[in-house]
């Protein structure tokens, strides 16, 4: 079945740095990538999101790219600052006529380090 | 606008009783979803409704079950609680398909969570 893989679980990185979060999929149909930030005691929130038709996006600090062939996307946090800190989720989503399945990955914790 | 809103925040039940979590949203969103978040896990999906009065079942449905009688609400009933259930529960609505051309169509948005622990 489809599945959504992310890496690392857990990333620690010095404020200032860069953080990068990696996830694979399994059905090469999916045509819709978000990635939702979920802080500490609250529900996810989209913070960006690419389409099957693009290979990068950017907003600010925050960047992802999309690697259709390989079935790969990243998520990509630059200057990285104390807010960043909190648990990022990628997912994969199909867009039917009717309705959209999405499949979430595992999450990956990020700290970062003052 | 409040966004989607779940009650209750929390809650403890023993096993085999029964209890029901609310969702609502002020978003006039056609689409809702529950989902339950699990460590390590991410989130799977339980149900989801496309519709007032309609409901469809998602990844783990085994043990829930839904209903969608006012577009604004998506109730999550658990019959029988077990510890398997223990987990934190969360709301999300989003826009229907093909009516916002660009950008936020696919876009969910989630409630803060009810945390739900099963004895």
């Known amino acids: 079945g489809e599945n959504v893989e992310q890496h690392p679980s857990t990333l620690s990185v010095q404020e200032g740095d860069s953080a990068v979060i990696k996830c694979t999929y399994s059905?090469?149909?999916?045509?819709?990538f978000p990635w939702y930030k979920q802080e500490l005691g609250k529900g996810p929130q989209l913070i960006i999101d690419?389409?099957?038709?693009?290979g990068e996006k950017k907003d600010q600090r925050i960047a992802v790219t999309l690697n259709k062939t390989a079935k790969h996307f990243s998520l990509h946090i630059t200057e990285t600052q104390p807010e960043d800190s909190a648990v990022y989720f990628c997912a994969a989503s199909i867009r039917y006529s009717s309705a959209s399945k999405i499949i979430f990955g595992s999450g990956t914790r990020l700290s970062i380090r003052p | 606008n409040a966004g989607v809103t779940q009650t209750p925040k929390f809650r403890v039940l023993k096993t085999g009783q029964s209890m029901t979590l609310l969702c609502a949203q002020d978003?006039?969103?056609?689409?809702m979803y529950w989902y339950r978040q699990d460590p390590g896990m991410g989130l799977r999906l339980i149900h989801y409704s496309v519709g007032e009065g309609t409901t469809a079942k998602g990844e783990v449905p085994d043990g829930y079950n839904v209903s969608r009688l006012k577009k604004q609400n998506f109730l999550l009933g658990l019959e029988s609680a077990a510890p398997s259930q223990t987990s934190v529960y969360f709301c999300?609505?989003?826009?229907?398909?093909?009516?916002?051309?660009?950008?936020?169509?696919?876009?969910?948005?989630f409630g803060p969570g009810t945390r739900l622990t099963v004895l």
């Open positions: 978003m006039n969103h056609e689409y």
């Open positions: 999300a609505s989003s826009y229907p398909q093909g009516r916002w051309v660009l950008l936020k169509d696919n876009e969910q948005f």
């Open positions: 059905d090469s149909a999916s045509n819709y």
């Open positions: 690419i389409r099957s038709n693009v």
